[in-house]
């Protein structure tokens, strides 16, 4: 099963890969076992593609990011632990769990970075925004202008914004219809870099963000969302091999994590979602405290990772 893995699988074949990433694989799948049926077994070496010498990396990712997830709480919560749990049947999320009394229901999404990936190593200056400013296009237009006077090229990251809406519909519609004070609806996006997290934060809480008064869509077609977890796994995870400062990458604990709460949901929940924050290894206390300059209050995060992090040798990031 994973012992059939191609040996130029760019992951996990013994020509790329690094022991001890290739060992955490063959331990997931151990870890995992005693919650998983014979057929749901089989199926994570077909997730993986663990045959193949090409594969189509966004699956992969998606793949390794959501059994990261399931490793974690599978191996902390052991039988109050449920793999591909029927929430909302025929649906499924990617894992739940019961922690102090209330379920837990965890789907994970992992975007595909691959255009992302390419303008990063396109020749050019680059250009984004955190959240909808209704300005950008025409101050990018003129910026646009100005650097082709210069001879220079300027283009504009995509902006992401609508895929984040996806994922709390698609959530949204996994989750029950049922609502319980003692059952927390959980979205956990795997994000990229820091200044990448910064802008999933943005699309959330930033000028019309989803989690906002002015939300550019329909918050009750994501209102079953109870709490989204921004976590740096596809980092992590993506070109691992060229990322030497990054041990454990099977590892959700050594994950950069943010919560945040959605104000929209259908009930409060405090109690639960209190104990949910207690227990998830997240930054939030510390990116709330660490003070930057006015105006700069939208970088907080970035500036903490880049800054904090860096001075005290922690490397969540590369």
């Known amino acids: ?42 199926n994570i070496p077909k997730k993986l593609q663990v045959d193949k010498a090409s594969i189509n990396e966004a699956q992969y990712l998606q793949a390794a990011c959501e059994l990261t997830v399931c490793l974690y709480f599978a191996d902390k919560y052991g039988v109050n632990f449920i793999y591909e749990d029927k929430v909302n049947p025929p649906k499924d999320v990617d894992c739940s769990f019961i922690d102090n009394n209330s379920k837990y229901n965890i789907e994970v999404k992992c975007a595909d970075f691959s255009v992302v990936e390419h303008m990063k190593n396109d020749d050019s200056f680059k250009v984004s925004a955190l959240g909808r400013m209704p300005e950008y296009r025409s101050v990018v237009s003129n910026l646009q202008d100005n650097f082709n006077d210069l001879g220079k090229q300027l283009k504009t990251y995509k902006h992401l914004d609508n895929r984040m809406k996806d994922y709390l519909i698609s959530a949204h519609d996994k989750f029950s219809d ?71 990458n099977w590892d959700f604990a050594s994950s950069f994590n943010i919560l945040l709460c959605n104000p929209g949901r ?43 992090l860096k001075a005290k040798n922690k490397h969540y990031f590369n």
């Open 1 to 42: 099963m994973i012992d059939s893995i191609n040996p130029k699988h760019p992951y996990i074949g013994k020509q790329h890969a690094k022991d001890e990433y290739l060992e955490s694989v063959k331990l997931l799948i151990e870890t995992l076992r005693p919650y998983l049926t014979k057929s749901e077994i089989r």
């Open 178 to 248: 049922e609502n319980y004070d003692d059952a927390v609806n959980v979205l956990l996006v795997c994000c990229d870099d820091a200044m990448d997290m910064t802008k999933w934060t943005s699309y959330l809480t930033g000028l019309q963000g989803l989690f906002t008064k002015d939300s550019f869509h329909n918050q009750e077609l994501f209102n079953k969302v109870d709490v989204v977890i921004l976590s740096n796994l596809y980092h992590r995870h993506a070109k691992y091999q060229e990322k030497v400062n990054i041990i454990d």
């Open 266 to 308: 259908k009930s409060d929940k405090k109690k639960a979602i209190e104990h949910f924050y207690e227990t998830i290894p997240n930054f939030n206390k510390e990116v709330m405290d660490y003070a930057v300059p006015y105006g700069f209050e939208v970088l907080k995060l970035a500036t903490f990772v880049n800054k904090e």
